[in-house]
């Protein structure tokens, strides 16, 4: 039969409709009769009701700030640009924003190497994540230019330390 083994009868078909308009989710439905949102969805609308927007939010309010309205992402104008950079951040270096900005504090609010409160050249609003790349340990937050010259010497001291020997000599 598919992969959709499990056959809903009419009566189920009106409960999930009921269910449904009384404020249940479309996921919660999901796991509970065993079958896709879409067949929630396809049930919800047979029998006469509508889908609500905003990801399954009754109230339509952004589920960060639970203040302003919700877009189809569930969060609002103002928490979406957040949540993706919590969630690259979480994905990519294993903080949080919150993590994020209490290195920022704790760095005087600039780069960690010169101490520029402007992030610099490529563009970007927030400091590169400084991380060693064998133990993907966060080591601080850097200016493009900065992150840019570190990487150019690839996290070398040595490479860091013959630069060095060559501006004395000039």
Do not use: W
Not at 16 to 37: D, M, P
């Amino acid at each position: 039969m598919g992969r959709h083994a499990y056959k809903i009868s009419e009566e189920q078909s009106r409960e999930i409709a009921r269910k449904y308009a009384e404020g249940a989710t479309q996921s919660a439905l999901s796991r509970e009769y065993s079958c896709t949102t879409h067949t929630i969805k396809h049930h919800v609308l047979k029998h006469g009701g509508t889908i609500r927007t905003g990801v399954g939010r009754p109230s339509g309010v952004c589920t960060l700030c639970h203040e302003r309205p919700a877009t189809a992402s569930g969060k609002c104008e103002e928490c979406r640009p957040r949540s993706l950079r919590n969630y690259h951040l979480k994905r990519r270096y294993g903080i949080t924003v919150e993590d994020y900005d209490r290195i920022l504090a704790e760095q005087g609010g600039g780069c960690a190497i010169c101490g520029t409160t402007n992030p610099g050249g490529d563009g970007s609003k927030s400091f590169h994540v400084d991380h060693c790349h064998e133990t993907n340990r966060v080591r601080g937050l850097l200016c493009y230019q900065c992150n840019y010259g570190l990487g150019y010497f690839g996290d070398s001291v040595e490479g860091i330390e013959r630069v060095l020997r060559y501006l004395k000599r000039h």
